[in-house]
């Protein structure tokens, strides 16, 4: 079995580098007749700087990702794929890759064609929103997660949904190496004649090596004869922000307290090997760390593998692992508790040698060759229930099942009794900046939608919030204005042409599906009133958008000759647009596709419904398959990004991607389904809508199942935690457009049924 490691690596100094560098090796060890550790599969190394050639990698790296690159990820991915690997094992740890708490991790397994093994190195009880779909995205797309203690098990199963029976428990392994007889480092000054207590590791502040300096007044006055030696080098991310100001602190504290003679630094990185000398040679070791939240400690492995007498703080891997008789804990920042532990141990040597002894017989159970046959036969497992057929059709089978429960939480949280608020702090509205007729005419739109569906109350109870909103923003000459502050005073004269557009469109299709007479004539009224405005209109998306509420208009009232007239005029301006810019690369309106890109073929999809223009529909179907392929060609849906614009032979701005794109995009193939009912326009709506649930660049969802609002875009990153108005609504209208397309095709499927059976 060939297997492909996404991971750190030696050189590079970090834990999981050495971790996963030991676990190749203990997998390779089962299978002698390999030989070199490149026979037995294939590393792919993550770097932390832009450079490729940082390290000195050993043969066995075949493929560098540069952390903050997202494009060697995918790349990465291809290269996995396209290789002899026959199942990937993944490294994982939040800071280690790039992006919001390593999001950047996410598109390359998205993408993964071979089974993958997660090893989850950190499980947090308190995870960041984005730190928990990180996880269950990994747990989603993982044949195995393997965890080192059954508190990560409970924690995955409780706080983020991980069915338990693909977790499995896989202990930290430690050296597979015996004590020396002759042990040099008995011979070092620090020592030599002394009763050592040693910690290991990188150094940084959550250690809590001050908790052993502030203990050892106590313990030297009993034993005299003690040196604390602390192995290990500062953190690199440490030493880059803050230098040796940890390590200085501490011997500024070991002055104070008058034991600096009592203190010794070794300042390296040692092997394994020096590594057991160490700990053989040392009496006590101590984990003193500052917080419970630590689920694995390589170090407390290492430690118990050696057969060390442990003391440690009660983090969780330490109580799991120190259960039994293993060690002794102490509490946390407690130096008394800790001086009367290790002054006892001291003392006893009966007691300390069974620490020693329990330890020893443990850790054989965790040597590395017996954690490499675990990890082997999980591996098999992953590869004999691998299905990546299941995976490509999980990602394009239109599923109403995977859909959120509609809920009107977020939409009632925004809305007072002016209307709805522009923006929100993370699910908080933010009064700070007002109101706005766009946010308001889709809120609108989103409530009526809602209504149609089950005549929901809620929904029922916003209509006139949102209608009185559009009244008070008309100024007396029909025209609308955009902002409103939170004192409800004008903050302009007149809005831009798409709020009005907008507008027209929220008007038109209340219009169109009014739910009493009352509310039909009041927007009739605002309707008739704006239509002077219509001939003054100069910008696309602004004409499209009218163009949208006058065809909802006419399909109630379709005698209308003269609103008929002003359609086929506004539709002009586009068709116009097109045979202008056109190419026969570039087949779209603009010379540069810049926002809410799917309003465009909308437009004309909705006016070539009312007037039969055959030019106009002939458009908008170019147009649309050419910004299908521009969009959807990955198989998910990849906005124009509002981080500088797509021009032709322009490269592709990936970021910020919007949720108005893709509600836009939404709606433009359910109009096409409605028009020509060809199924192949269900699925591109539906992998469009999935955008809002993860199915995107980033692999991470923007709704969010707690507030039921949807998150204001998606960065390079990672996400932007706002959940204002536009977002949400755009999320909420797409929502409810592919319940009503799956709806249609339930009810065109029995019409086509019923008139076979004829």
Partial sequence: MKIAYISTYPPRECGIATFNQNLMRAINSNYPERGALSHGGFVVALNDSESLHEYEYPEEVKYVIRQNNQKDYIRAANYINTSSADVCVMEHEFGIYGGENGIYILPL?????????SILHTVLKDPTYVQRIIIREIAEQSSKIIVMSQRAVEFLTMF??????????????VPDVEPRRENPVKNLSQFKNHRVLLTFGLISRNKG??????????????????????????????????????????????????VSRYLSFINKFVSEEELVDYLSAAEIYLTPYLNEAQITSGTLSYAIGAGAAVVSTPYWHAIELLANNRGRLFE???????????????????????????????????????????YIKAAQQACETHDFSDKLLKNSIVDPEIMPKFSLAHVLRLTDDTGIVQHAKYGIPNLKEGYCVDDNTRALIMALMAYQRNKSKEAFDLLPIYLSFIHYMQTDDGNFRNFLGFNRQYLDDIGSEDS???????????????????????????FHRSYSHFKYLKHLRGIANTIIGVSCYLKVVPGDEGMLGELVSLTQPLIDAYERVQTVDWQWFEETMTYDNGILPLALLHSCEITGNEKARQIALKTMAFLDKITLSNGYLSPVGNDGWYSSGGSFPIFDQQAIETMAMVLMHFQAYKIFRKPQYIEKMFLCYKWFLGENTLRVPLYDHETKGCCDGLRSTGINRNQGAESTLAYMVAHLTVLRAFELEYEYNKVSQFAESY
């Fill in 109 to 117: 397994i998205n993408r993964l064609e071979k089974p993958l093994i």
């Fill in 160 to 173: 983020y949904d991980v069915p338990v029976e693909k977790i499995r428990i896989i202990e930290h392994g």
């Fill in 209 to 258: 090596l001050e908790t052993v300096v502030r203990a050892l007044p106590q313990i030297i006055e009993k034993h005299p004869d003690v040196m604390y030696v602390v192995l290990g080098n500062t953190h690199p991310g440490v030493i880059k922000n803050s230098g040796e100001e940890y390590r200085d602190r501490l011997k500024s504290l070991a002055a104070q307290l008058n």
């Fill in 332 to 374: 946390f920042k407690n130096a008394d508790s800790l001086a009367n532990i290790v002054n006892e141990l001291l003392d006893d040597k009966r007691l300390l040698n069974e620490l020693r002894e329990n330890a020893y017989v443990y850790g054989l159970g965790l040597r590395w060759p017996v954690i490499g046959a675990e």
């Fill in 500 to 526: 009005f557009g907008r507008t027209v469109w929220a008007l038109g299709y209340l219009i169109g599906c009014a739910p009493n007479n009352s509310y039909r004539e009041f927007a009739l009224e605002l």
